[in-house]
């Protein structure tokens, strides 16, 4: 039995609108005690947001963060599973997207997200096929410390 993207995502996403501010998703963030949220517009998943986005597109560009909008500097297109998806397969499609978090949308519903250290905490048989994922595709400098510390 192959293990399902459905098996592992968290359900509950925190999101925030793609109009409002980055002080606003900030916070958000900090009051969850979470390193990215989803961005939506119009009910839709549109984006996501992450730590690494607020460092490298706002802190490092020197922008503010009261008059800066979510939209301005999410990542985009998102790169979604979806909950049908084999594990296996989101786990190869973030290697090879360089990215350790990837939400699960159905069509354009926003089902749930799944990262890259809930597949490997999830089960001893997903630490032998990011082994072996990792033998086939480096993984990115930012993913090495995930995988040293639950894998290697």
Do not use: H, W
């Given at each position: 039995?192959?293990?399902?993207?459905?098996?592992v995502m968290v359900e509950?996403?925190?999101?925030?609108d793609a109009?409002?501010t980055?002080?606003?998703?900030?916070?958000?963030?900090?009051?969850?005690?979470?390193?990215?949220?989803?961005?939506v517009r119009r009910?839709?998943?549109?984006?996501?947001?992450?730590e690494?986005?607020?460092?490298?597109?706002?802190?490092?560009?020197?922008?503010s963060p009261s008059r800066?909008?979510?939209?301005?500097?999410?990542?985009?297109?998102?790169i979604a599973?979806?909950p049908?998806?084999?594990?296996?397969?989101?786990?190869r499609?973030?290697?090879?997207?360089?990215?350790?978090?990837l939400?699960?949308v159905?069509?354009?519903r926003?089902?749930?997200?799944?990262?890259?250290t809930?597949?490997?905490?999830?089960?001893?048989?997903?630490?032998?096929i990011?082994?072996k994922?990792?033998?086939?595709?480096?993984?990115p400098?930012r993913m090495?410390k995930?995988?040293?510390?639950?894998v290697?």
């Amino acid at each position: 039995m192959m293990l399902k993207v459905e098996d592992v995502m968290v359900e509950s996403v925190i999101t925030v609108d793609a109009d409002a501010t980055v002080m606003k998703a900030v916070k958000i963030m900090n009051e969850n005690e979470i390193g990215c949220l989803v961005v939506v517009r119009r009910g839709r998943a549109v984006g996501i947001i992450t730590e690494r986005d607020l460092l490298k597109r706002v802190i490092g560009k020197s922008k503010s963060p009261s008059r800066t909008k979510v939209r301005e500097i999410m990542t985009k297109p998102l790169i979604a599973g979806q909950p049908d998806m084999d594990l296996e397969d989101a786990t190869r499609l973030m290697f090879e997207k360089k990215i350790k978090k990837l939400p699960v949308v159905e069509g354009s519903r926003l089902l749930g997200l799944i990262t890259l250290t809930d597949v490997a905490r999830f089960q001893p048989q997903m630490i032998k096929i990011l082994k072996k994922l990792s033998n086939q595709v480096a993984p990115p400098q930012r993913m090495k410390k995930v995988m040293n510390y639950y894998v290697c």
